[in-house]
T-cell receptor
Framework: ETGVTQSPTHLIKTRGQQVTLRCSSQ?????VSWYQQALGQGPQFIFQ???????GRGNFPPRFSGLQFPNYSSELNVNALELDDSALYLC??????????????FGPGTRLTVL | AQTVTQSQPEMSVQEAETVTLSCTYD???????LFWYKQPPSRQMILVIR??????QNATENRFSVNFQKAAKSFSLKISDSQLGDAAMYFC?????????????FGQGTTLQVKP
């Protein structure tokens, strides 16, 4: 069973640029969630994708957008990068069964630095 | 809105000793899940233990156990027989049981140092 993978591991961008982060979900999982973790802080929920549709969103501006593909892998896109976007971006995958506990399995994250 | 608070930014424990990490939360929901996650320097978030709010019995996983006080909205983690590999950042997290979104709300984290 393959776990959650993310690419790239590290990324350096300059303010105003755009970035795309990628996540491959664990085998058998159809739901992907993205979190932003600033240095020394807890992760903050960005959004969740289920069956290629956004299924919940946290308090993040529209320049944070995402996609989920038919194979359930996902992308996080951030436009017009700001210095405060520097963070570790975590992806988590899970199954999706209504009214049931679905454990989220996290990837190793992508460290984004905005200069 | 639900919130999770960890008031101990750093904790230290001697190897083989016991340590307790504190967490409080705020919610108006009656049914929810609470979690403790471990994040080592490798950054990968690992689930340590989970508690369903409707269960009165405290969850236990080997050396890890929780003290869940629903009325006080308190959820502490006890690590017994601490090992060097337990050194990491620990996060308390909350998730609603209802709804389709598995959104986790995390606390600020507690860095645990284990001294040999």
């Amino acid at each position: 069973e393959t776990g959650v993978t993310q690419s790239p591991t590290h990324l350096i961008k300059t303010r105003g640029q755009q970035v795309t982060l990628r996540c491959s979900s664990q085998s058998g999982h159809n739901t992907v969630s993205w979190y932003q973790q600033a240095l020394g802080q807890g992760p903050q929920f960005i959004f969740q994708y289920y069956r290629e549709e956004e299924n919940g969103r946290g308090n993040f501006p529209p320049r944070f957008s995402g996609l989920q593909f038919p194979n359930y892998s996902s992308e996080l896109n951030v436009n017009a990068l700001e210095l405060d976007d520097s963070a570790l971006y975590l992806c988590a995958s899970s199954g999706h069964r209504a009214s049931s506990y679905n454990e989220q399995f996290f990837g190793p994250g992508t460290r984004l630095t905005v200069l | 809105a639900q919130t999770v608070t960890q008031s101990q930014p750093e904790m230290s424990v001697q190897e083989a000793e016991t340590v307790t990490l504190s967490c409080t939360y705020d919610t108006s929901e009656s049914d929810y899940y609470l979690f403790w996650y471990k994040q080592p320097p490798s950054r990968q978030m690992i689930l340590v233990i989970r508690q369903e709010a409707y269960k009165q019995q405290n969850a236990t996983e080997n050396r890890f156990s929780v003290n869940f006080q629903k009325a006080a909205k308190s959820f502490s983690l006890k690590i017994s027989d601490s090992q060097l590999g337990d050194a990491a950042m620990y996060f308390c997290a909350y998730r609603r049981a209802s709804g389709n979104t598995g959104k986790l709300i995390f606390g600020q984290g507690t860095t645990l140092q284990v001294k040999p």
